[in-house]
């Protein structure tokens, strides 16, 4: 099964589980601000995975039925469990975390679930907002932690998260990205990991 990884592709989608990897070793070390700053490398490597199978002439159908698999597993690990993981420990495994998270999960498997057996919608729309903005909100949410209150972080951060769960399994439908929107989303990832990151350090 291990020759389905080195299409280029799944190669990406598997150093994209690595950086989930670390992150989740950082969240769990209490390293918070690290962690959301590899996180965003998953995120990278998500957007850049899609690209490149597309482009990838005369791809192995059973290759790429392998790496829309493993596309969805990295999904939901960066963009369900990784925000829950980092929600409790933000939160000190408080009860508000614990259905933060549990509602983060929970969403996260319904949508892609459904993602998996229909798709988009005929208008090329998805159907709830994608995972892939969970980090992203996370990073932008750290990013702006100095200007909120210590003592209401915790908070605003979890009220967010809850909303972002109702909106995942929603009845709205969002426009696919287009290219400016993939741009737009890389630089932010970038620039956010490298602030987020040279924070931590200091």
Excluded at 4 to 11: C, M, Q, T
Excluded at 52 to 57: F, H, I, L, M, P
Aim: one cysteine or more.
């Amino acid at each position: 099964m291990l020759k389905y990884l080195w299409d280029p592709a799944n190669v990406i989608t598997t150093v994209g589980l690595l950086f989930s990897s670390a992150s989740l070793f950082l969240a769990l070390s209490e390293r918070l601000e690290l962690s959301v700053a590899a996180a965003l490398w998953a995120v990278l490597s998500d957007h850049l995975d899609g690209v490149v199978a597309g482009r990838t002439k005369d791809r192995d159908p059973d290759v790429a039925k392998m790496g829309k698999s493993l596309d969805g597993f990295a999904d939901i690990v960066y963009g369900a469990v990784l925000p829950a993981v980092i929600v409790m420990q933000l939160s000190h495994l408080s009860l508000l975390a614990l259905a933060t998270a549990t509602a983060l999960l929970v969403a996260g498997a319904i949508r892609l679930s459904y993602f998996a057996n229909f798709g988009r919608s005929s208008d090329g729309r998805f159907l709830g907002l994608p995972l892939s903005y969970d980090v992203p909100l996370l990073a932008l949410l750290f990013l702006v932690q100095p200007l909120i209150p210590a003592e209401a972080f915790s908070g605003v951060v979890n009220t967010c998260f809850l909303l972002l769960a109702v909106a995942h399994v929603a009845s709205v439908r969002v426009p696919s990205p287009n290219a400016a929107a993939y741009a737009t989303i890389s630089v932010f990832a970038v620039a956010s990991s490298a602030a987020l990151a040279s924070r931590s350090f200091e």
